[in-house]
């Protein structure tokens, strides 16, 4: 085995042993975590307002720039609007 390819054999190994530990390390605290999960989750009792609901089914429907406030470009129009002293 020559120098050069030595040195491959070894990189090749130290990436792959550190690869392994990469793995093992997230396997590990996945399961050391999910093993404090009950079995059976209790369903939500939130219920959102209703001013929430209606936004999300507008997203729904018409997408996120149905909204002012979440379409790009009208809310930095309102944002300068409502920032902006107006002359009395």
Same mark, same amino acid.
């Given at each position: 085995?020559?120098?050069?390819?030595?040195?491959?054999?070894? *990189? *090749?190994?130290?990436?792959?042993? *550190?690869?392994?530990?990469?793995?093992?390390?997230?396997?590990?605290?996945?399961?050391?975590?999910?093993?404090?999960?009950?079995?059976? +989750?209790?369903?939500?009792?939130?219920?959102?307002?209703?001013?929430?609901?209606?936004?999300?089914?507008?997203?729904?429907?018409?997408?996120?720039?149905? %909204?002012?406030? *979440?379409?790009?470009?009208?809310?930095? +129009?309102?944002?300068?609007?409502?920032?902006?002293? %107006?002359?009395?």
């Amino acid at each position: 085995m020559t120098v050069r390819a030595r040195w491959l054999f070894w *990189l *090749l190994c130290t990436i792959s042993a *550190l690869l392994l530990l990469v793995v093992v390390l997230c396997f590990g605290v996945y399961a050391r975590g999910a093993r404090f999960v009950p079995d059976d +989750i209790p369903a939500s009792s939130y219920r959102a307002p209703d001013s929430i609901r209606d936004q999300y089914l507008a997203v729904e429907a018409d997408g996120a720039t149905s %909204l002012r406030r *979440l379409n790009p470009v009208t809310f930095w +129009i309102d944002h300068f609007m409502s920032t902006t002293q %107006l002359p009395a």
